[in-house]
């Protein structure tokens, strides 16, 4: 079938969600030349209300493999580009507009990064940013978000494929066919599932990539995090220690190898992981977490000096200024900790049953 040049065909991936395939249709369906969404077994009014709205609907025979769901629904897409979504994400107005000139400019590229912002309420999350005083209003349902880079806009081409189990993204695919091939954006897309996040839903996920194991640093370290955030902290480490002896200069590994060190009251050994994860890139978390090293060591002025790192780079992040508060606090700067509790507080009103 021709493709219409610039035409945009939204793939969704779908099962039991009729509570929230209505809003991600909605949020995309102005520019969207056509829906393509793919079932795979729901139960419940999933395929209906997909139906009623317009849309393309398939079925495909789950197998544990999140990649090959997406490429069926891409296999059935008949516009220029993709825009592929989750059934638990949404679209804002601004940012569909911002979608639609996006695949309108002239240039080399074959995908886009857009930042998927995964909305949640919990303390501690990687790169956690307040949604105090933040400008998208789908930002309200939760205390905060982890943003992540991730290419989901993408020319419908034959040798773009989504790839992984579960973790599944379509850049080494763009990658082999050459370099800089991806632009980035600005573009926002409001992720919901994490503030449902159930441990049984994580060990299957978990499962799921140890069938497709293969030799890959980055699938090992995906499995180690998943793990951690469960707080199997062992099983994690055998993972970690995969990954880093398939690459030596994975900054992601060598950073939850020092925070996971930290948890398990490993300091001496937290201390040059983390040294090296900032050598290779200046991260907020590593910042974070060296700080908590040097509190422990009691070496206060080098624990403050690494909060505030951490504070530029992500000046949004109330664990940092509570974890500064702490250390304020036992180096005897009792004025500048109650500022740090302050602003951990109004980032994170939950902190304020943790201050004294």
């Not at 793939?11 to 969404?37: L, Q, Y």
């Not at 080098?302 to 992040?317: D, L, M, Q, R, W």
Request: proline content about 2%.
């Amino acid at each position: 079938m021709l493709k219409m040049e610039n035409s945009l065909s939204v793939c969704i991936i779908t099962k039991d969600n009729e509570k929230t395939i209505g809003n991600v249709i909605s949020s995309v369906i102005s520019i969207a030349g056509e829906i393509v969404v793919v079932d795979t077994g729901s139960k419940d009014k999933t395929k209906d209300i997909a139906n009623s709205l317009g849309c393309k609907v398939y079925g495909f025979s789950w197998n544990n493999n999140f990649s090959d769901a997406k490429n069926f629904a891409v296999s059935k897409a008949t516009g220029n580009w993709i825009l592929a979504l989750d059934a638990d994400e949404t679209i804002s107005e601004l940012d569909a507009r911002k979608i639609k000139q996006t695949i309108e400019k002239k240039n080399q590229f074959l995908g886009y990064y857009l930042i998927q912002r995964n909305y949640s309420n919990s303390m501690g999350d990687f790169g956690w940013v307040s949604s105090r005083d933040d400008s998208y209003s789908e930002s309200k349902v939760a205390k905060g978000y982890s943003p992540r880079k991730m290419a989901r806009i993408f020319r419908n081409h034959p040798e773009i494929k989504f790839e992984g189990a579960v973790h599944d993204t379509v850049v080494p695919s763009i990658e082999r066919i050459g370099p800089g091939l991806i632009g980035e954006t600005d573009i926002v897309i409001h992720h919901y599932g994490y503030l449902n996040r159930q441990e049984e839903r994580a060990e299957k996920y978990i499962e799921i990539e140890k069938q497709n194991i293969r030799n890959d640093y980055f699938q090992e370290y995906q499995i180690a995090s998943q793990l951690h955030s469960i707080g199997k902290l062992n099983e994690a480490l055998e993972h970690l220690a995969n990954s880093i002896k398939l690459n030596q200069n994975f900054h992601a590994s060598l950073l939850l190898l020092g925070i996971i060190s930290i948890k398990k009251c490993k300091i001496i050994e937290a201390k040059p992981v983390l040294l090296r994860a900032l050598e290779l890139k200046q991260d907020e978390m590593a910042w974070e977490h060296l700080g908590i090293v040097e509190t422990y060591e009691k070496n206060f002025d080098k624990a403050i000096a690494c909060f505030n790192k951490a504070i530029e780079i992500n000046p949004k992040n109330a664990d940092f200024y509570y974890n500064l508060g702490n250390t304020l606090k036992l180096a005897g700067k009792l004025n500048q900790a109650k500022q740090a509790y302050a602003k951990a507080v109004y980032l994170n009103p939950d902190y304020s049953e943790r201050i004294e």
